[in-house]
């Protein structure tokens, strides 16, 4: 009797479908005695979870943020997970150059804030909130404000009274600040 396989997404690395199994999500040319594939996600990183629809988005992207790992010790923390061209997961905090100084842009659990904050001769206190407006900033909207300046299209962002408007996040003069363009 054939048993059904939950197909998750398509492999970025040779194009077969990639099933969830028993241990996490593999592509299915990496089952069976001659593999030809090296795709093999575990189904728990960093101490989390992982969704279906999470990997779907992944396996889509090949980069992906997202909260909720979590230290042997408990604390948790934000990251983006990166796949390599070897099939290889990877936890970047960082996102980007800091527009004002060139310190490294880490995702925070609120915010992406400048390495530099504690420096102790030049501090930066470059931060871009990861919520402005109601919006929850995608990990491509913000490094499109450290490498561009501003967000390629207009975001969805909601006033007080619950009514909505669009607006571009930019970067002010001084290049410490967003504002809404």
Not at 33 to 44: M, S
């Amino acid at each position: 009797m054939e048993t059904e396989k939950k197909i998750v997404g398509r492999c970025p690395l040779c194009g077969g479908n990639v099933v969830k199994t028993c241990k996490g999500y593999r592509c299915e040319n990496n089952i069976g005695e001659n593999p030809t594939c090296c795709l093999n996600i575990n189904g728990i990183l960093g101490n989390r979870k992982m969704s279906d629809e999470e990997i779907t988005e992944f396996l889509t992207t090949r980069r992906i943020m997202l909260d909720g790992f979590a230290t042997k010790e408990g604390k948790t923390f934000p990251t983006v997970l990166e796949l390599g061209d070897d099939g290889s997961v990877n936890m970047q905090s960082v996102i980007g150059k800091c527009p004002h100084c060139g310190g490294d842009i880490r995702v925070g659990s609120r915010a992406f804030n400048c390495s530099n904050f504690h420096h102790p001769t030049a501090p930066c206190t470059f931060s871009i909130w990861r919520n402005i407006g109601g919006h929850q900033l995608t990990l491509t909207e913000a490094q499109e404000i450290c490498e561009k300046e501003i967000t390629s299209s207009e975001l969805e962002m909601f006033r007080d009274d619950g009514s909505v408007y669009r607006k571009r996040l930019g970067l002010s003069p001084d290049k410490l600040q967003i504002v809404k363009i």
